[in-house]
């Protein structure tokens, strides 16, 4: 995964990280939860982020559709991470299209919601796009070749937890299904991916260990869980390094030189 | 009917259960009850409820907020923490839930975990 030679290559870059609270040098085990604030979900983006660091989450993402929540006075608040994240929701992938150049340069995240096959096709063949949500609501699908692009342009595909956790019957079974279509796809692809309950109050949210034992229950390795937790955090973390100002290009960084 | 030698007696956790709803909720231990087995046969299935055996003991809710102890059997507590995790629902209000911690008699499960 390229990822890693952009992290790894970094050295004292985490200094340009002064926004995040606590422990800048422990990213990866970090666990991120993204969630639809207000007035795309119920609660309030502080409501989320005080309820998520009652869980013992160290960050929420909050993925705005409407909302703009004033994240520096949360995360103060709260004394946890949060994360300025934007959710395109399109019908067509041209409408998308033009959100997505309009949107990358003001947020540290950029998630487009998937859900057609276009929609779908159009996400993971664009590495300017973080996030794929949802690719299988609604009738989206995705298969062998897609996760391929996805593992190229290093475009995360969500497994999305929420209808596990808050439907039953028939429908449930169908995102079951689903979600374990999505899971070999994505392992035998070696694609990135994040893991989300995808709240939209927080009174859906649910612990780490929670999403962890409930992944265990639909046949997901806790280790998947938790590394899909923790991938919110890590793609924060290089986008905000990516934007910072010392950044020009992987493994080309502005920096002091002696002489 | 005579109660079980020692070493033939089921061996049980207690999990201490904070929950959350909106301010205007309300409902009963019965309720919470009935959407906690919902949800263990739910994604459980019948012969995985059985096992974890969930059964609310302890039970206060009031004002939007409440706690519960809920017995389940030892062994079974990665099951049940996956099933209460699927209450989402009770009685029609939405609930938030997270397990507070696990303890292994319901004295210490309330010293610990909650409230005074």
Known sequence: MRLSTVLGGRGRASDTDTAIPKRPG???????EAVH????????AAR??????????????????EATPDHAAVREASGIDVVDAVEVVAS???????AVGGLRPDHT?????????????????NDRIDVLTQPMTDGGDVNHVLANRAAENGVRIEFDFGPVLRTTGGKRVQALRNLRKLRELVADADAPYVVSANAESHLELRAPREL????????????????GLREWSVLAERNRHRQSESFIGPGVERGRHDG | MKHLPKHLRPRWRYLAVGLEAWPDADFSRGAFQRAVWYAAGNLL????????????LQFSFGGGTGEAVVRVRRGEVDPARAALACVSEVDG???????????????????RYLKP
Do not use: K, W
């Open chain 2, 45 to 56: 299935g019948d012969a995985g409820s059985a096992d974890a055996d969930l059964r609310v």
């Open chain 1, 37 to 44: 604030a207000h007035p795309d979900g119920d609660s309030t």
């Open chain 1, 109 to 125: 995240l950029l998630c487009v919601r998937g859900g057609t096959d276009r929609l779908n096709r159009f996400a993971v063949e």
């Open chain 1, 48 to 65: 989320f982020a005080a309820t998520a660091a009652h869980l013992g989450y160290e960050g929420v993402v909050v993925r705005a559709q």
């Open chain 1, 26 to 32: 422990r990213h990866p085990s970090r666990m991120y």
């Open chain 1, 212 to 227: 962890l034992a409930v992944g265990d229950a639909v046949g997901f390795d806790p280790d998947t869980v938790r590394v």
């Open chain 1, 92 to 98: 067509d992938p041209e409408r998308a299209s033009g």
């Open chain 2, 93 to 111: 209000h939405s609930v938030g839930l997270h397990v507070r911690g696990v303890s292994g008699t319901i004295r210490a499960c309330e010293e």
